[in-house]
T-cell receptor
Framework: DAKTTQPPSMDCAEGRAANLPCNHS???????VYWYRQIHSQGPQYIIH???NNETNEMASLIITEDRKSSTLILPHATLRDTAVYYC????????????FGKGTMLLVSP | NAGVTQTPKFRVLKTGQSMTLLCAQD?????MYWYRQDPGMGLRLIHY???????AKGEVPDGYNVSRLKKQNFLLGLESAAPSQTSVYFC?????????????FGPGTRLTVL
């Protein structure tokens, strides 16, 4: 699986959009970009995933660049409950390949 | 749906003791995983299973054994616990065989080995 690079930490004001970047310059054509988050002491939670098109769900939006070498997770209106570590993971879409977690980005949402 | 559940939530062991962690899922998922997470670190894969009766080693399998006798359960065993196995253990499951399917995690088991 391709490696990813994320900033170790980011801050965001409550109510503002949080934009979390991820670089995955060695991504292969059959690899998806997944985002998970982990709120303190809890199990990781799935947020969103995509292959090459931009994706949106009730939690977030995922913007993938045309060359697929980087992506951005957008939380449109961050709340205090969005404070968590966010993991960007690249993985082949099918088969038994697992999620390889790096250190992620610690997002702190402040009042 | 309870999703993925883990038993117990907390446990303290003495060095050399044994124990089994239980993971159960009610989503009829084929694939199940055991991870450990140490302070300030990401999750590391211990063992995984791609179906009932099958298991395979992950990144850090030493000192652990697993069994998948029933599709819904995945057991993680520590035969002789060591302080280095103090960690938070997470179980996960996913459908498998579906492109882009997502992985669901349990709440974790906090294990301390004295």
């Amino acid at each position: 699986d391709a490696k990813t690079t994320q900033p170790p930490s980011m801050d965001c004001a409550e109510g503002r959009a949080a934009n979390l970047p991820c670089n995955h310059s060695t991504i292969s054509g059959n690899e998806y970009v997944y985002w998970y988050r982990q709120i303190h002491s809890q199990g990781p939670q799935y947020i969103i995933h995509g292959l090459k098109n931009n994706e949106t769900n009730e939690m977030a939006s995922l913007i993938i660049t045309e060359d697929r070498k980087s992506s951005t997770l957008i939380l449109p209106h961050a709340t205090l409950r969005d404070t968590a570590v966010y993991y960007c993971i690249v993985r082949v879409g099918s088969g038994y390949s697992t999620l390889t977690f790096g250190k992620g980005t610690m997002l702190l949402v402040s009042p | 749906n309870a999703g993925v559940t883990q038993t117990p939530k907390f446990r303290v062991l003495k060095t050399g003791q044994s124990m089994t962690l239980l993971c159960a899922q009610d989503m009829n998922h084929e694939y199940m995983y055991w991870y450990r997470q140490d302070p300030g670190m990401g999750l590391r894969l211990i063992h995984y299973s791609v179906g009932e009766g099958t298991t395979a080693k992950g990144e850090v399998p030493d000192g652990y054994n697993v069994s998948r006798l029933k599709k819904q359960n995945f057991l993680l065993g520590l035969e002789s616990a060591a302080p280095s196995q103090t960690s938070v253990y997470f179980c996960a499951s996913r459908t498998g065989g579906v492109v882009g399917d997502t992985q669901y995690f349990g709440p974790g088991t906090r294990l301390t080995v004295l």
